[in-house]
């Protein structure tokens, strides 16, 4: 049994219109007015696949294909919402090749022993409000509602997750995690440039790494940038600047496969002929192996104290999120493996280097990932892409993997 590619398709590039960009990619930020329009879209969809649609507190949204049994079910799905020029696969791939598998089964009238769940997890990016993944968070039980709600977005709306909930009509009633879970299985772009190198189909996500933001607050003193001698200068910007140097030198000290990244970073007043008073910047540190991780944390912060004291600088240390690695299941990767096999694709195992919802979902079921290659391995990018026959191929494994489970 195959998917429709042709509607898959079709299916991703309306999706992708809501939030589109000039000269590609799209914007469609957490809770958004972008993010309400794909919801509905996607609400509008499963209504019509004939799905019943659940809105738990957090705003997840559930489409349920009813099995003959009232057993727990097998739920595929991911998200909807983007980081800022994002593209158009991230996420959306997940939740569309989900909603594919259920027409197929419809097309073919196939009644099935479980029910089929399709999912579409709040705010996974976590780049307007944090931690990331907040939705399949609270939904394994990992993070308290109360705790998600006071969220304040960092786009300098400062609203509330809660109220923006609320704003766009998905605060539902569901209470968050109320749905009896068999399996998770979640297809995602790889986002890195393994699958496409080594000219494979597919990869079967065993693993997946721990992932550490870290925001410092650093406060100094504005001042003339003619007049102040540098040695009296308490410079909030230098210390930023100091400390986004040191990652790529704390990353060759760690080594293995550790990876850091800084993302924001901002100066106060940020004028050219001002000693920056003020200065906030982020770090993402992420590694498969939790000790290693952990140390590197540690290493960051011993840097940042002594670098800002250096300068008679203050600096606060946020911990925004701190996730530890995760081993996905492996029976569900044979299932996967199998279902590669019975097509006549190439796979391999491998690790995520992306967070996703499917971490969460370990937590309460049996869970793994299918990756399909990235195109130069870009993503976060307009420029992230994915060929048609990759995701037809990515999406019959699905399929087929999910069709072997809902039978069980
Ligand atoms: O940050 C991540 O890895 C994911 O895209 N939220
Ligand atoms: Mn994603
Ligand atoms: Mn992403």
Not at 366 to 392: C, L, R
């Amino acid at each position: 049994m195959h998917i429709n590619i042709k509607r898959l398709q079709s299916r991703i590039s309306e999706m992708g219109k809501i939030g589109a960009l000039k000269g590609g990619g799209v914007t469609r930020l957490s809770l958004s007015n972008e993010d309400k329009a794909a919801r509905d879209l996607l609400k509008k969809w499963m209504i019509q696949a004939g799905l019943e649609v659940k809105i738990d507190q957090i705003g997840n949204m559930f489409g349920l294909r009813k099995g003959k049994n009232d057993l727990p079910g097998i739920m595929t799905g991911s998200h909807l919402d983007t980081v800022g020029e994002g593209g158009l696969y991230d996420g959306s791939l997940g939740v569309l090749a989900g909603l594919e598998l259920i027409e197929t089964l419809n097309d073919k009238g196939i009644e099935t022993e479980r029910s089929v769940i399709l999912a579409n997890f709040t705010n996974e990016e976590g780049v307007r409000f944090t931690p990331d993944m907040v939705g399949s968070c609270v939904f394994s039980g990992q993070y308290k509602l109360k705790e998600a709600y006071q969220a304040i977005s960092m786009d300098g709306s400062k609203t509330s997750l809660e109220s923006e909930l609320h704003r766009i009509g998905y605060k539902g009633e569901l209470h968050c995690g109320d749905l009896q879970v068999a399996a998770f299985i979640e297809l995602h772009i790889e986002q890195g440039p393994v699958l496409e190198m080594e000219k494979l189909d597919i990869g079967v996500v065993e693993n997946l790494q721990g992932i550490s933001w870290t925001a410092f607050d650093l406060k100094g003193e504005s001042n003339h940038a003619g007049t102040t001698p540098m040695a009296l200068r308490k410079d909030a910007g230098l210390v930023a600047m100091k400390i986004g140097a040191y990652v790529k030198t704390l990353v060759n000290e760690i080594g293995g496969n550790q990876v850091g990244t800084v993302g924001k970073i901002e100066f106060g007043p940020n004028l050219i002929n001002v000693v920056p008073g003020s200065a906030k910047i982020t770090v993402d540190l992420r590694n498969t192996d939790n000790a290693r991780l952990t140390l590197a944390e540690e290493k960051l912060l011993r840097f940042a104290e002594k670098t800002a004291a250096a300068e008679g600088v203050e600096i606060l240390m946020e911990r925004l999120v701190r996730f530890n690695p995760v081993i996905f299941d492996d029976g569900i990767c044979q299932w996967i493996e199998q279902a590669a096999q019975q097509i006549g694709l190439s796979q391999k195992r491998m690790y995520s280097g992306a967070g996703h919802d499917a971490q969460m979902l370990a937590k309460v079921c049996p869970t793994a990932m299918i990756f399909v290659p990235s195109e130069k391995g870009i993503s976060h990018n307009p420029k992230e892409f994915t060929p048609i026959d990759k995701i037809e191929t990515g999406a019959n494994v699905l399929l087929t993997t999910v069709l072997a489970l809902v039978q069980k």
